[in-house]
């Protein structure tokens, strides 16, 4: 059965940094290209960033430079560094698929950026 356990975020001011866990079932990062998603309130789920079976990473442009994506395939495990966080990146982050997602989305984790 496909499930994402998410964790790792929190509240932080404007500037802060905070690193998001992801632990998939069924071997998935070693399969598929994974990817952060996000969802603010009143807006649609986004892709923030993926990482291939390989290893290339791709950003989009709103985190590009502050945010990196990595992974640890003998813990089923995707990681996402952000940093210099700014208001505008408060959403709930959620691990999937980075190109077709499933549908078993897990319960995501919170991250709210303010002073």
């Known amino acids: 059965q496909v499930h994402f356990v998410e964790s790792g975020g929190g509240l932080v001011q404007p500037g802060g940094s905070l690193r998001l866990s992801c632990v998939a079932s069924?071997?998935?990062?070693?399969?598929?290209?994974m990817g952060w998603y996000r969802q603010a309130p009143g807006k649609q789920r986004e892709l923030v960033a993926t990482?291939?079976?390989?290893?290339?990473?791709n950003y989009a442009d709103s985190v590009k430079g502050r945010f990196t994506i990595s992974k640890d395939n003998a813990k089923d495990m995707v990681v996402l560094q952000m940093s210099s966080l700014k208001p505008e990146d408060t959403a709930v982050y959620y691990c999937?698929?980075?190109?077709?997602?499933?549908?078993?989305w897990g319960q995501g984790t919170q991250v709210t950026v303010s002073s």
């Open positions: 999937n698929r980075g190109t077709t997602p499933t549908d078993s």
């Open positions: 069924l071997r998935l990062i070693s399969i598929y290209t």
């Open positions: 990482i291939t079976v390989g290893g290339t990473t």
